[in-house]
Every structure is written in structure tokens, then in C-alpha cells.
């Protein structure tokens, strides 16, 4: 199951499961050091055409600078040459600063820094770190994981999120593993879980435009001009205050248009402050050990072969209802605690089991209630249908009989010639292997839709259906016939066996006891005449 999980319906299915959480969870706190300028559709219409002259981002670098800004991360790839001025102007803005950082790209799948998007060298110089801005969706096109490092030719390349996020905190990689990333400090230490090696689950606080402080580029630079002339700034300047600014372009086209759990469209900056967020908080969604997936799976798929019995399906369903709410009420807790459960693989197997667990029984319980009702209708020693049953059938016919006249039937009671004096000759162990030899030829000589029943001792009864009484006479001359023929044998000898049959044909005012008797008396009359033949008093003729 986790095999198959790891790729195709399931893999959607878990990673939808993960979406559908974040969505019920709702937005959490995000850290309040994080700010956010944005190059908006304004900016661009007031200042012209992207890209600017980078002496707008020199500006804008002095400006967080004076600020208090702790970090200043641009959400820009400066791996081109403008004027030589303006790169100089940024380089000694860089400089000056302290607390750039500028980000590189890896170029497709590649983790070789040669074939990179990096920096120019005249601004990566003085910057107080670099990292990628490489994330990469899951296969439904879908952000939720960010690779916090990756490894290199070189060593250890980190993503821009980890840099960014172990600098504001002073922490540096103690240990790596494949579940997990150590991190420590003077003052604090912390473990990042991780999924494939390098990959952070992120933990999303909210949408784009509910998360964070957003400031327009302008704004800021506008409201660093008041604060130059000592003037009361139209926007708030306390966030700035030993912040990570993350400076973005979010103008329509600038972007790259992302697509996570909480939104179709958002901003890859977005993503890096999330990530940012999730490291300063130490708010990470972790996962359980694999073994543990397994065990859930098994737990889950062993569940309804423990609870169903196919007894009480009604009851059963009822059970199974709150036992799978449980279950997804007792994920929902864990990941509010930033816990992720896969669900999606569990529940599959808990339906599935359920299904076949529920299709066994129903099965089982059909076949043991068809048994049942065999016994209850049968007749065990000729394997023939009772006269309870019989009766029960006939009474039926007779209430259809009456409603429509195609529905007519015809009875033919038999009689085993002479059985008393056969039994007490061979044995009963003879006689009951008469009685089954002549139960079979009756059921053999007759359609598949007339019903055999035994009448009692050596008596066996047939109702045909949609017959008159001259179909009947026939009939029963086929039964005498074939039941002459046919040889009893056991393991010593052969027998020849004959019958004395007695027919009646179905009237309006009859009911189920009257045409029996009348068929009872034909069959007394085929024994007056001799036996071994077949009569009826409902005229006087006889085969």
C-alpha cells in the first residue's frame, strides 16, 4: 500500500489529504519579524518599466539600513550587468549595509553551482550571504516542501530559507540526517525534520494577503523620508525594527505565480517567508516514522474483520461510521500539534477491508441462511421439498389460479407399489434406497419449474404447473413409465420397482387440501384397478 502510495491516485490522494488539513486547521501565527516590500503594479506605474535602475535598490537597502532591518533579503536574480554606476551605487549600498543577501538559482534539476544563476561577483562580494531559491513542486504542481539544502560538487550549497533563518538566529548545522537537521547556537539549539533527505514540510500560516506586513517599495522609501525630517511616517516603522525585510516584486508578470494548499496563486516570496516563519517558531509539521505508517495501515485494514460479523450489518455500519470519525478526528488533533498523519493510505485500507470484510459475510451469512432455508423446506432422506413447503407453494398457485385460467395445475400423487411388503423383505436400508432412486426419477421426468414434494412414507406429490388434466394424465404416464425402468441397486442385488399414480386438475372452487384429495383419490383408484398405473375421478379414463 505505501509502495503504491508513493505514486499515481494515491500519492494525489495523500497529498490532497494534506491540503484538505490545512484548509480545516485554518491560519496560525505568523512570526511578526518577518516584513514584506513589495514591488507592486503602483511602484512599477510610478517609477517605470521593470527592471529599475539598481540605484532604486540602493535606495532602498540604505532605507532598511536606517530602519533597523536585522536582514535584508531581495527576491531578485542580479546575475546581469546594468551601468556601471548603478551597480556601483548597489555594491556600496551592499557594502555599507552589512546585511544583504541575494539569492542564485540552480539551473532545472542540477545542483552544480557552475551551471547557476548567480549574483555578479561586484555585488555577491560584499553581501552577508547567498543561498538558492530552487522548490520544486510535488507532481500535482503544488508547492508544500522546501529543499533547505542541497548537496553539490562543491559541498553543501543552502537554500536562502535555511541562510536566512540560522544567521537572524545565530545557529549554525551541527548535525544532518535523513530525518531530520540539527541546528545550534550560544543560545539555542533545534531539529528541522525532514522528508526526502533535504525537504522541509512547510507548515502554512495563511493566505498571501492575511499573512505577514506588506509594504508597497514606495511607501517604505516615503515613509523613510519623514523619518529623516523627524516626521510622523504614514506607514507604521515599528515592524522594521531587527526584522528579516524580504524585498519582492509581486506586479503582475514580475512573479513567479506559485500554487500551494491554501492558494492557486502565490508568490514564490511568500513561500520563503513561510518557510522563514516556520524555522524562527520552531512551528515544523513533522511526520511519524514509516514503520509507523505500516502499523496504521495494518491497524486500520484489521479493524472491520474484528468489528463486523455480518450478524447485524445495520448495527455494523453504524460502528464502522464513528470508528473512521475517530480516526480522522484523532489525525485532525495531531496535526494541529504540527504532526502530519497520512490518513489518505490508512482509510483506503480500512474501506477497502470493510468492503471485503462486508461482501464475505454477506456472502457467508446468504449461503448459511440459504442453508437454512434448504433445511427448513427439505425433506432429508429424498432430498425432495417437505409438504409444508409444498402446500405453502400450493396455496399460491391456487390465489393465482383463480385470478388468471392460463394458471391452471394439475396434482399427481404417487404411491410406491407394495413398499410395506419391500421393506420388510430387503431391510429399511433397501427401502430408503427405494424411496431416494424413485424421489430422483420423479424430479427427473418432470420440468425444472414443477415442484416434487414428499407427501409422507413411500407418498411423493408433483404439482405441474400451466397443465391440464389430459397434460397431467401424460405426465404421470411418463413418471410410471420411467420409474418401471429403472433399476434400484445396491451393492448385493437389483430391484424393480413400480408406482400407482393419481391425478387432479385445478377448478375455481377448489383450495390446496381439495385438489390434493382429489388427486389422493385417483390414486386410490389406480391401486383398486391393479396398480402400476395412472388414474383420476375427474373422468373416467386411465392410462
Not at 101 to 129: I, Q, V
Not at 525 to 534: D, I, T
Request: aromatic share 10%.
Amino acid at each position: 500500500m505505501l509502495i503504491f502510495a508513493e505514486k499515481g491516485f494515491l500519492k494525489r490522494l495523500e497529498l490532497t489529504s494534506l491540503d484538505f488539513l490545512f484548509r480545516l486547521r485554518g491560519p496560525s501565527l505568523c512570526n511578526p519579524h518577518i516584513v514584506i516590500v513589495e514591488i507592486s503594479d503602483s511602484d512599477i506605474a510610478a517609477i517605470g518599466r521593470w527592471p529599475w535602475r539598481r540605484r532604486w535598490h540602493a535606495l532602498m537597502v540604505k532605507a532598511l539600513g536606517d530602519l533597523g532591518v536585522k536582514s535584508i533579503y531581495f527576491d531578485v536574480l542580479f546575475s546581469e550587468k546594468s551601468s556601471e554606476e548603478d551597480d556601483g551605487l548597489f555594491s556600496e549600498a551592499i557594502k555599507e549595509a552589512g546585511n544583504v543577501y541575494l539569492p542564485f538559482a540552480f539551473s532545472g534539476r542540477s545542483t552544480d553551482s557552475k551551471n547557476a544563476l548567480l549574483p555578479l561577483e561586484k555585488l555577491s562580494s560584499y553581501t552577508k550571504g547567498t543561498g538558492s531559491i530552487n522548490i520544486y513542486p510535488d507532481i500535482d504542481g503544488v508547492l508544500r516542501r522546501v529543499p533547505l539544502f542541497f548537496m553539490g560538487e562543491e559541498g553543501l550549497d543552502l537554500h536562502i530559507t535555511l541562510k536566512l533563518a540560522m544567521d537572524y538566529l545565530g545557529l549554525k548545522i551541527k548535525k544532518l540526517r535523513l530525518d531530520y537537521l540539527s541546528l545550534s547556537g550560544p543560545k539555542q539549539k533545534m531539529k528541522i525534520p525532514l522528508l526526502e533527505k533535504n525537504k522541509m514540510l512547510v507548515n502554512w500560516t495563511g493566505k498571501w494577503e492575511e499573512t505577514f506586513k506588506h509594504y508597497s517599495f514606495l511607501d517604505v522609501l516615503g515613509a523613510y523620508q519623514d523619518f529623516l525630517k523627524n516626521q510622523t511616517a504614514k506607514i507604521d516603522l515599528k515592524p522594521f525594527k531587527n526584522s528579516i525585510c524580504i524585498v519582492a516584486a509581486t506586479a503582475m508578470g514580475l512573479y513567479d505565480i506559485e500554487s500551494i494548499p491554501l492558494e492557486p496563486v502565490y508568490p514564490s516570496a511568500g513561500i520563503i517567508a513561510t518557510a522563514i516563519s516556520n524555522i524562527l517558531d520552531e512551528g515544523f509539521m513533522g511526520t511519524f516514522p514509516i514503520w509507523f505508517n505500516w502499523l496504521l495501515i495494518y491497524i486500520l485494514a484489521l479493524a472491520p474483520a474484528l468489528l463486523i460479523s455480518g450478524d447485524k450489518p445495520l448495527r455494523e455500519i453504524l460502528l464502522m461510521i464513528p470508528a473512521g470519525a475517530i480516526f480522522l478526528i484523532t489525525v485532525f488533533l495531531f496535526f494541529k500539534r504540527g504532526i502530519w498523519i497520512d490518513f489518505s493510505a490508512p482509510l483506503v485500507s480500512f474501506s477497502g477491508s470493510y468492503l471485503i470484510v462486508a461482501t464475505c459475510n454477506f456472502v457467508r451469512v446468504s449461503v448459511e441462511k440459504k442453508g437454512f432455508f434448504r433445511l427448513a423446506v427439505t425433506d432429508e432422506l429424498t432430498a425432495l421439498y417437505n409438504i409444508r413447503y409444498f402446500k405453502t407453494i400450493l396455496r399460491a398457485e391456487c390465489l393465482m389460479a383463480r385470478v388468471e385460467a392460463n394458471k391452471s395445475f394439475c396434482i399427481v400423487m404417487s404411491d410406491v407399489d407394495h413398499f410395506k411388503h419391500f421393506n420388510d423383505t430387503y431391510g429399511h436400508q433397501v427401502g430408503d434406497l427405494v424411496l431416494k432412486e424413485v424421489a430422483a426419477v420423479l424430479k427427473a421426468s418432470v420440468r425444472s419449474s414443477d415442484i416434487v414434494a414428499r407427501y409422507g412414507g413411500e407418498e411423493m406429490i408433483v404439482l405441474l404447473r400451466g397443465t391440464s388434466l389430459e397434460g397431467g394424465l401424460v405426465a404421470g404416464k411418463k413418471i410410471r413409465e420411467n420409474v418401471e425402468k429403472h433399476l434400484v441397486k445396491d451393492e448385493d442385488n437389483n430391484y424393480k420397482v413400480t408406482i400407482s399414480l393419481g391425478v387432479s386438475s385445478f377448478n375455481s372452487q377448489d383450495n390446496e387440501e381439495t385438489v390434493i384429495k382429489r388427486a389422493d383419490q385417483g390414486l386410490y383408484k389406480s391401486k383398486e384397478l391393479g396398480r402400476n398405473r395412472v388414474a383420476t375421478i375427474e373422468k373416467p379414463s386411465f392410462l
